[in-house]
């Protein structure tokens, strides 16, 4: 599939958002212009299917449009450059929204924390708030719909299943995940390097503490 004018839009002068359409189709894109930065490339924000593309001038910007213009999405491999090793962040699973999870796909509390501290996780995109990262796993298994009313108010460091993802939340806010547990973990810093503990691209395992 090559994108058409209309799925590659200006942002300002220097920036342009992408729309692929799918997830894969984005994963691969963005994996592919990571591999082979445009000339003038400044910031690349994944996000569902969009890429945000910000270059240092204006021609940088006409000259990476022709050139994603000559793609064909649909041939990309969907392949993440190495990321490290895997981020452990440790879970008491004590949420409150546990039980109603493990009714929701009919299995018990326990299955749900070993799917969940079973597979490996990878940040797909962040947003929402600093810090905060859609992590999506290897595996599966924990498709849940987000709460029909969301809380007005979600702790610092309550972990939740929304969709196929899962979250960390970094500071209070309100939010329709359902909560499963809570980890100690500093998600964002602003006087750390880099103050986002997760990333784009990051891998991360739970691994289940004391409740």
């Known amino acids: 599939m090559l994108l058409t004018p209309d799925s590659i839009r200006p942002c300002g002068d220097h920036a342009v958002l992408v729309d692929l359409g799918t997830q894969d189709r984005r994963r691969a894109l963005d994996a ?27 021609a940088h910007r006409a000259d990476a449009v022709a050139r994603l213009r000559s793609i064909d999405v649909d041939a990309l491999p969907v392949t993440a450059p190495d990321a490290g090793q895997p ?19 009919g299995i018990v509390p326990a299955e749900v924390v070993r799917r969940h501290t079973a597979q490996l996780w990878t940040v797909d995109f962040a947003g929402f708030m600093p810090g905060f990262g859609y992590l999506t796993g290897d595996a599966g298994g924990l498709d849940v719909p987000r709460l029909a009313t969301p809380r007005t108010r979600v702790p610092a ?20 995940w359902r909560i499963i547990g809570t980890t100690d973990a500093v998600l964002f810093d602003a006087d750390r390097t880099p103050p986002a503990l997760l990333s784009p691209g990051r891998r991360v395992r739970f691994v289940e503490g004391p409740r």
Not at 90 to 101: C, E, K, S
Not at 157 to 176: C, E, I, M, N, Q
């Open 32 to 58: 592919a212009l990571q591999a082979s930065p445009p000339t003038g490339l400044v910031d690349l924000v994944p996000a569902l299917q969009t890429l945000l593309l910000t270059f240092a001038t204006e």
């Open 87 to 105: 981020i452990d962040i440790t879970v008491h699973y004590n949420g409150p929204d546990l039980a109603d999870v493990a009714a929701h796909l």
């Open 157 to 176: 460091g309550s972990v939740a299943l929304a969709g196929s993802f899962t979250g960390v939340y970094p500071s209070p806010s309100p939010g329709g």
